[in-house]
């Protein structure tokens, strides 16, 4: 009994050592997963994915998979396909607009339904613009089905790439994307905030070098407070992201965009953990992998070559931080003789059948460790993408003016014992509550970001306010007192 007891004790401690993380299991490339709930064993198995670029998955609290999705296509149409646990499409799960570039797609937890998931994605050659679906895992007994379909978020022509960060209070989501270019170089970045209200009116932030470039990658630090933007015509930009506001700020210029004369393009790019050092794919006849130091100044002069691929051309493709602290570089093989997506059955090699590793990606110079070709994937093999998941296990930042959450039932509730209108709104709004008492309530009026910009004490009854003085934006009107309790989202235009 004693033996059962301790093996149980034991068992306990294992489990408990490892970080269970939404982001433990990766399906990708052609039937590649990898499962990272032991990061010091990560262990392969088979998806029934098949995607040159465009993929993410989730878990589940435990670490379990809950579904993923890819695009099984060589254009840019409607073919994004969601599969569930058992590496099987869901029912409906078929037709996303999504193609097969680069991080176009991104999944995660619709905030405050523990049921539904969003689902993001982009489109940058046809059907532009960004859309969103929505998989509900209370659907097909537990394995989920996409209950809303291609929703068009924005009509804006993007980049290649997508992605997410949690809000400050640990349980919205922060969404970006950059504009594309076309007539004219452009800086601007497109932004959401995702919250049990819904999704915020964008927000347009023209920041940082502008670019003359239609693909690239973006990408947040492990701990959200670093955003990195990177082109195929070669810029490569670094910035403080604050989770409570959204605001982007300090860009810190790795390298300029080409004026000409180069031969090699960014495909990727990512920060260290401890966020002192960038990774950067190049692509050429000869593919690279840099690393360059964000400690010196000026930045450009740090470049170290990590690793060169002279056996196979333009080969690199993602790279991504993984649940065990190390960066996974994506290597696609292709003869030049045919498109390599998607690859003949005859088609396996040491090139698409493993990913190369940075070991200590904190460590400066060769130290970093790369090791070309080293995890072997069990068979299936790899293209350019890597799971473009975000980091789900982020918290609240403690103390932060956005450290109050609004409850889903206070949002709920409003429309039954509540009218405000107009909403939007450009000066005044009418509060008119269904049943009018004496009672004492407080309204407050916070913007998105969390921050009090109203407060008043007033009786529970029909009244309007002044609220001219407000920029225009989304916000939340909550109404409290000692028996009510309602939050409801305002705009104004």
Same mark, same amino acid.
């Given at each position: 009994?004693?033996?059962?007891?301790? !093996?149980?004790?034991?068992?306990?401690?294992?489990?408990?050592?490892?970080?269970?993380?939404?982001?433990?299991?990766?399906?990708?490339? $052609? *039937?590649?997963?990898?499962?990272?709930?032991?990061? *010091?064993?990560?262990?392969?198995?088979?998806?029934? !994915?098949?995607?040159?670029?465009?993929?993410?998955?989730?878990?589940?609290?435990?670490?379990?998979?809950?579904?993923?999705?890819?695009?099984?296509?060589?254009?840019?149409?409607?073919?994004?396909?969601?599969?569930?646990?058992?590496?099987?499409?869901?029912?409906?799960?078929?037709?996303?607009?999504?193609? =097969?570039?680069?991080?176009?797609?991104?999944?995660?937890?619709?905030?405050?339904?523990? $049921?539904?998931?969003?689902? &993001?994605?982009?489109?940058?050659?046809?059907?532009?613009?960004?859309?969103? @679906?929505?998989?509900?895992?209370?659907?097909?007994?537990?394995?989920?089905?996409?209950? #809303?379909?291609?929703?068009?978020?924005?009509?804006?022509?993007?980049?290649?790439?997508?992605?997410?960060?949690?809000?400050? =209070?640990?349980?919205?989501?922060?969404?970006?994307?950059?504009?594309?270019?076309?007539?004219?170089?452009?800086?601007?970045?497109?932004?959401?905030?995702?919250?049990?209200?819904?999704?915020?009116?964008?927000?347009?932030?023209?920041?940082? =070098?502008?670019?003359?470039?239609?693909?690239?990658?973006?990408?947040?630090? $492990?701990?959200?407070?670093?955003?990195?933007?990177?082109?195929?015509?070669?810029?490569?930009?670094?910035?403080?992201?604050?989770?409570?506001?959204?605001?982007?700020?300090?860009? +810190?210029? #790795?390298?300029?965009?080409?004026?000409?004369?180069?031969?090699?393009?960014?495909?990727?790019?990512? %920060?260290?953990?401890?966020?002192?050092? +960038?990774?950067?794919?190049?692509?050429?006849?000869?593919?690279? +992998?840099?690393?360059?130091?964000?400690?010196?100044?000026?930045?450009?002069? @740090?470049?170290?070559?990590?690793?060169?691929?002279?056996?196979?051309?333009?080969?690199?493709?993602?790279?991504?931080?993984?649940?065990?602290?190390?960066?996974?570089?994506?290597?696609?093989?292709?003869?030049?003789?045919?498109?390599? &997506?998607?690859?003949?059955?005859?088609?396996y090699n040491y090139f698409n059948m493993n990913l190369s590793v940075i070991n200590s990606p904190d460590s400066a110079g060769v130290a970093c460790?790369?090791?070309?070709?080293?995890?072997? %994937?069990? /068979? @299936?093999?790899?293209?350019? /993408?890597?799971?473009?998941?975000?980091?789900?296990?982020?918290?609240?930042?403690?103390? *932060?003016?956005?450290?109050?959450?609004?409850? +889903?039932?206070?949002?709920?509730d409003v429309d039954r014992l509540l009218a405000i209108y107009p909403n939007p709104f450009s000066d005044r709004i009418l509060i008119n509550p269904?049943?009018?008492? =004496?009672?004492?309530?407080?309204?407050?009026?916070?913007?998105?970001?969390?921050?009090?910009?109203?407060?008043?004490?007033?009786? &529970?009854?029909?009244?309007?306010?002044?609220?001219?003085? %407000?920029?225009? /934006?989304?916000?939340?009107?909550?109404?409290?007192?000692?028996?009510?309790?309602?939050?409801?989202? %305002?705009?104004?235009?």
């Open positions: 009994m004693k033996n059962i007891v301790l !093996i149980g004790i034991l068992c306990m401690f294992i489990t408990s050592a490892f970080p269970q993380d939404r982001n433990s299991i990766w399906c990708f490339g $052609d *039937s590649a997963g990898i499962d990272f709930r032991n990061p *010091s064993n990560p262990v392969t198995f088979k998806t029934g !994915i098949r995607s040159r670029s465009d993929c993410a998955s989730i878990a589940d609290e435990n670490g379990n998979l809950l579904f993923y999705v890819g695009s099984d296509t060589t254009v840019n149409v409607s073919s994004g396909f969601v599969y569930n646990r058992n590496h099987q499409q869901m029912p409906f799960g078929w037709g996303l607009k999504l193609g =097969n570039w680069n991080h176009e797609v991104i999944i995660f937890p619709m905030p405050g339904d523990p $049921d539904k998931y969003y689902i &993001f994605h982009t489109s940058i050659t046809q059907s532009l613009g960004i859309f969103y @679906s929505i998989v509900d895992m209370s659907m097909d007994n537990g394995y989920g089905d996409v209950v #809303v379909n291609n929703v068009t978020l924005a009509t804006t022509s993007v980049t290649d790439g997508v992605a997410a960060v949690k809000h400050a =209070n640990g349980r919205d989501w922060w969404l970006i994307y950059a504009k594309r270019y076309q007539s004219a170089p452009t800086n601007m970045f497109i932004e959401y905030l995702i919250t049990p209200a819904g999704i915020s009116a964008p927000t347009i932030i023209n920041i940082g =070098n502008t670019h003359q470039s239609g693909a690239g990658d973006l990408n947040f630090s $492990d701990d959200g407070e670093k955003f990195i933007f990177t082109t195929i015509s070669n810029l490569v930009e670094v910035f403080d992201f604050d989770r409570c506001t959204g605001a982007l700020s300090n860009p +810190v210029v #790795v390298k300029p965009e080409s004026t000409g004369g180069e031969d090699f393009a960014v495909g990727s790019g990512v %920060l260290s953990p401890d966020k002192n050092l +960038v990774y950067i794919t190049y692509n050429a006849d000869t593919s690279y +992998v840099y690393q360059y130091d964000l400690r010196v100044n000026p930045v450009s002069s @740090s470049r170290v070559e990590i690793a060169m691929f002279t056996d196979i051309l333009f080969c690199t493709g993602m790279l991504r931080l993984a649940p065990d602290n190390k960066i996974y570089l994506s290597n696609a093989y292709q003869n030049l003789i045919q498109y390599f &997506f998607p690859y003949a059955d005859s088609v460790d790369f090791q070309p070709y080293s995890f072997y %994937l069990g /068979g @299936s093999r790899t293209y350019l /993408g890597l799971p473009n998941n975000p980091n789900y296990e982020l918290q609240a930042v403690q103390g *932060s003016i956005c450290d109050s959450l609004i409850s +889903v039932k206070e949002i709920k269904v049943n009018e008492t =004496n009672e004492i309530v407080t309204i407050d009026i916070q913007n998105d970001t969390g921050q009090n910009v109203f407060t008043t004490e007033t009786f &529970f009854a029909k009244q309007e306010l002044d609220l001219s003085h %407000l920029p225009k /934006g989304i916000y939340f009107l909550r109404i409290t007192s000692n028996s009510v309790s309602l939050v409801k989202r %305002l705009i104004r235009i």
